[in-house]
T-cell receptor
Framework: EAGVAQSPRYKIIEKRQSVAFWCNPISGHATLYWYQQILGQGPKLLIQFQNNGVVDDSQLPKDRFSAERLKGVDSTLKIQPAKLEDSAVYLC?????????FGPGTRLTVL | GIQVEQSPPDLILQEGANSTLRCNFSDSVNNLQWFHQNPWGQLINLFYIPSGTKQNGRLSATTVATERYSLLYISSSQTTDSGVYFCAVGSDKLIFGTGTRLQVFP
């Protein structure tokens, strides 16, 4: 069974630029999550989808972050415009029942 | 919100030693997972263990939900065990602890 796929693996941009990350969950997993992990900390939830609907986006900075999961499968997370403090690893996870499974993450550096 | 505390924050071991990592959480949960984050940043599932005891090779975990803690045991540690170990709890979304950084030296 293929795991959660994410791309790109690394991205370097300048502040005020925009960036997008892509995630393909494990086949059949209805629930998809995006987490942000800042260096030295544990991951923190940004947004949770159930199929193509948003369940929880209370921690998503909506003035600059957006996410969609239009067909209930893969998802994109966008930042526009990026700030220096957005430098972090962005992790996608999926779940169907109990455990969450994480992708390899996208390491974003904002200069 | 739920608070998750892990101890110790750092652990240095020689290869072959055993260790116990602890996770305390502040409220009832129906999901508890242990992860190993390797030096490349990948979060690897170790255990899904909202209650009870599980074992997988040299690793085992026990969760006592009524007392709101979980323990991860690593026996005969190897250098490849190095990395950060996270406990994460929740009902749906996961709340992560601050992690235990483990370094195993030959």
């Amino acid at each position: 069974e293929a795991g959660v796929a994410q791309s790109p693996r690394y991205k370097i941009i300048e502040k005020r630029q925009s960036v997008a990350f892509w995630c393909n969950p494990i086949s059949g997993h209805a629930t998809l999550y995006w987490y942000q992990q800042i260096l030295g900390q544990g991951p923190k939830l940004l947004i949770q989808f159930q199929n193509n609907g948003v369940v929880d986006d209370s921690q998503l900075p909506k003035d600059r972050f957006s996410a969609e999961r239009l067909k209930g499968v893969d998802s994109t997370l966008k930042i526009q415009p990026a700030k220096l403090e957005d430098s972090a690893v962005y992790l996608c996870a999926s779940r169907n029942g109990g455990a969450q499974y994480f992708g390899p993450g996208t390491r974003l550096t904002v200069l | 919100g739920i608070q998750v505390e892990q101890s110790p924050p750092d652990l240095i071991l020689q290869e072959g030693a055993n260790s116990t990592l602890r996770c305390n959480f502040s409220d009832s949960v129906n999901n508890l997972q242990w992860f190993h984050q390797n030096p490349w940043g990948q979060l690897i599932n170790l255990f899904y263990i909202p209650s009870g005891t599980k074992q997988n090779g040299r690793l085992s975990a026990t969760t006592v939900a009524t007392e709101r803690y979980s323990l991860l045991y690593i026996s005969s540690s190897q250098t490849t065990d190095s990395g950060v170990y996270f406990c994460a709890v929740g009902s749906d979304k996961l709340i992560f602890g601050t992690g235990t950084r483990l370094q195993v030296f030959p």
